[in-house]
C-alpha cells in the first residue's frame, strides 16, 4: 500500500489542519485524538510518511524508530497514566479497521479500561 498524502495526519503534520497538540519532536507529534474512545486518548505519529507498522518498521531508519518509540513512553509519562496504567494500541490494514492511513499509537488511559478485546468474538467471523 502507499502512502497518500491527503490524509488527515499528513495535513495535521504539514500544518493544514489543526490538532490539539500534547507534545512534539524531531520524531513525532501527538495529540488528542478528535473523538476520544476513554478520558485520556492521544494518538503519537511518526514524523514521515508511513502507512503502518508494517511499513514503519520494514523501512524507517533507525534513529525515527527509536525516535518515535521513545515519544510514545515520553507521552504517557507527561500524561501522568504511568502509574496508574494505560494501553497502546496500533491498527494496520482492514481486519483492524484501520482508518487513518498514517501509522499512529493510540494512547488510552484515564480509567479502567477492562478487558483488551470484546469479550463476547465466539471464535467465528
Ligand atoms: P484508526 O482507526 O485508524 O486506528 O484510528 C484513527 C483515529 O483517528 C480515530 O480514533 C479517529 O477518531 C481519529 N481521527 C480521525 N480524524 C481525526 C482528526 O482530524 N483529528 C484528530 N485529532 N483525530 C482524528
Redesign the pocket.
Given at each position: 500500500m502507499s502512502y497518500d498524502d491527503k490524509n488527515?495526519?499528513a495535513?495535521?503534520l504539514r500544518g493544514e489542519?489543526p490538532?490539539?497538540k500534547v507534545y512534539e519532536d524531531d520524531h513525532a507529534l501527538a495529540?488528542?485524538?478528535?473523538?476520544?474512545?476513554a478520558p485520556v486518548?492521544v494518538?503519537v505519529i511518526p514524523k514521515g510518511a508511513y502507512v503502518s507498522m508494517a511499513d514503519f518498521t520494514a523501512n524507517a531508519p533507525e534513529d525515527l524508530m527509536v525516535g518515535f518509540f521513545r515519544a510514545v513512553g515520553l507521552v504517557a509519562d507527561q500524561l501522568d497514566l504511568v502509574e496508574p496504567g494505560y494501553r497502546i494500541?496500533?491498527?494496520h490494514g482492514p481486519d483492524?479497521?484501520?482508518?487513518?492511513?498514517h501509522l499512529?499509537i493510540?494512547i488510552f488511559g484515564g480509567k479502567r479500561l477492562g478487558p483488551m478485546l470484546m469479550r463476547n468474538w465466539d471464535g467465528g467471523e
Open positions: 488527515v495526519f495535513k495535521i489542519i490538532c490539539n495529540f488528542h485524538d478528535i473523538n476520544p474512545q486518548h494518538l494500541m496500533a491498527n483492524s479497521h484501520q482508518e487513518v492511513p499512529h493510540h
